[in-house]
């Protein structure tokens, strides 16, 4: 059975710093996609961040320059570090796993951006 579990969550004030971290279990992790998505109150879900098996990285438009995605597949782990934090960054972040057709999330970590 996929599992697929965040942390690193919190509140931090507009221009900090958070590290979210994904450890992922019942998939052979190397071999995966893995993905950051968000989705804040009111709006769709939107992607944060990918990075493939091979390495290649991909990101949202409103993250580029500020987060960067890592994978660690010694850990089973994907990291995304998120710089310059700003209000509009408040949302519950997921954690995704992509193989073909198969698809799985985590249950999300709440990230807020706030004085």
């Known amino acids: 059975q996929v599992q697929l579990v965040e942390s690193g969550g919190g509140l931090v004030q507009p221009g900090g710093s958070l590290r979210l971290s994904c450890t992922a279990s019942?998939?052979?992790?190397?071999?995966?996609?893995m993905g950051w998505y968000r989705q804040a109150p009111g709006k769709q879900r939107e992607l944060v961040a990918l990075?493939?098996?091979?390495?290649?990285?991909n990101y949202g438009d409103s993250v580029r320059g500020r987060f960067t995605i890592s994978r660690d597949n010694a850990k089973n782990t994907v990291i995304l570090q998120m710089n310059n934090l700003k209000p509009e960054d408040t949302a519950v972040y997921s954690c995704?796993?992509?193989?073909?057709?198969?698809?799985?999330w985590g249950q999300g970590t709440q990230v807020t951006v706030s004085t």
């Open positions: 990075i493939t098996d091979k390495g290649s990285t």
């Open positions: 019942g998939i052979r992790f190397s071999m995966y996609n």
């Open positions: 995704s796993a992509h193989l073909l057709g198969l698809n799985a």
